[in-house]
């Protein structure tokens, strides 16, 4: 990746400003789950962190959080092998590479909005093999699997992966709860979508140094199309998060052992835009290298999105179709190893058109 190609190359309008035009994201709220962990049963704390929640997945869509539950030397001890093994030589790597067929492993080539993005990842699921559809068209109902890929040479490294995940989920947990009673539904509404059939899987980003970081991107402006994402990053930052008052792209500040919480297109769905998924990108710089473990919350595959009936009036009518998950996911997914003709599948396409004739 020492050179840009053509591939890489953003269009005018979406390139990164030059560092000193940014403005750095002081006002992304940042929560103190202390409450949650020590003290799940102080009502008061809990609902004072509940209004938390509502105001900044309102106002931001993103909010970081801290004294969260996860214990530190898991992260440290992930972010450890997630070098050692992204530090491997090329022909390493790709022993372990993903493709159309098994979509899970290590890849160096994905495209966001048909723009090829700065970064090589690795990706494991949370439940192996993880079921899914066979394919992305909607008569097909046959379903199929995707399994990990481990690298054989660093014995450490799926120990670290699985166990980090395991800590992660116990937040993602937390945190659907949270937003559960933001929402005024009861805690536990949206537990019955993550069972063991769950399609979450966790990311190993690395952004190496980038010679034009004002042509290129590590991921390009994008909507996360899960339910929620936890990301960890290292103290390098690039993440951006357009703002909803004014469109404008503004830097999220690391914060140490903190995490960025992020609401996800399905939640859009099913708050019924109460909640709406915001737009992100990833920009890089010619001297650092950043490294960055997104973990993707997912429902199962055989999920059926749409506005919670509990959230639909009259005067407030269901603004999508429901979509099948997997199929959703596996569409996705398909568009993220080719440069394609057309926009990948995104919410709005099931989206509700009012008829202003009524």
């Known amino acids: 990746m020492g050179e840009v190609n053509p591939a890489f190359i953003q269009d005018v309008e979406h390139r990164p400003k030059v560092v000193g035009a940014i403005a750095k994201a002081e006002g992304i709220p940042l929560i103190d789950l202390s ?64 493709d159309e067929v098994s979509t899970l492993g290590y890849y160096d080539t994905e495209h966001t909005k048909n723009v090829r993005d700065w970064k090589e990842v690795f990706d494991f699921t949370f439940h ?14 046959e379903v199929t699997h995707w399994s990990n890929k481990w690298p054989e040479k660093l014995p450490e490294f ?7 995940a395991k800590a ?13 009673l933001s929402l005024g539904l009861p805690a536990d509404r949206f537990r019955g979508f993550f069972n063991e059939h769950q399609t979450t ?15 290129a991107l590590g991921v ?3 909507k996360d ?25 503004i830097r999220v500040k690391p914060i140490p052992n903190a995490y960025v919480i992020n609401i996800g297109d399905i939640i859009q769905v099913w708050s019924n835009e109460t909640y709406e998924s915001v737009e992100h990108r990833v920009i890089v710089n010619s001297e650092k290298e950043r490294f960055s473990i997104p973990f993707f919350f997912n ?3 055989y999920t059926m999105v749409k506005p919670l009936e509990e959230l639909v009036t009259k005067q407030n009518p269901a603004k999508y179709r429901a979509y099948n998950w997997g199929k959703f996911l596996v569409t996705r997914t398909h568009g993220n190893f080719m440069k394609l003709n057309v926009e990948n599948i995104q919410i709005h396409h099931f989206r509700i058109t009012e008829n202003k004739n009524n």
């Open 201 to 215: 899987f966790t990311r190993l980003n690395h952004y190496p140094p980038c010679p034009a970081p004002h042509l």
């Open 128 to 141: 192996d093999p993880t079921l899914i559809p066979a394919s992305y068209r909607p008569d097909d109902e």
């Open 35 to 98: 409450a949650l962990i020590d003290s799940p049963d102080d009502h008061q704390a809990i609902k004072g962190l509940v209004a938390e929640v509502r105001s900044a997945s309102k106002e931001w869509g993103f909010f970081q959080v801290i004294n969260h539950g996860v214990p530190l030397e898991k992260l440290r001890r992930l972010e450890e092998a997630a070098r050692k093994f992204f530090g491997q030589p090329l022909e390493k790597k790709r022993k372990v590479r993903r």
């Open 158 to 164: 799926r120990e670290a992966c699985e166990e980090y």
């Open 299 to 301: 429902p199962a595959h």
């Open 225 to 249: 199309s899960g339910a929620l994402t936890i990301l960890a990053q290292d103290d390098v930052g690039g993440l951006e998060v357009r703002r909803k008052s004014d469109g404008e792209w």
């Open 168 to 180: 992660v989920e116990k937040l993602a947990f937390r945190l659907m709860e949270l937003i559960a």
């Open 220 to 222: 390009g402006r994008h």
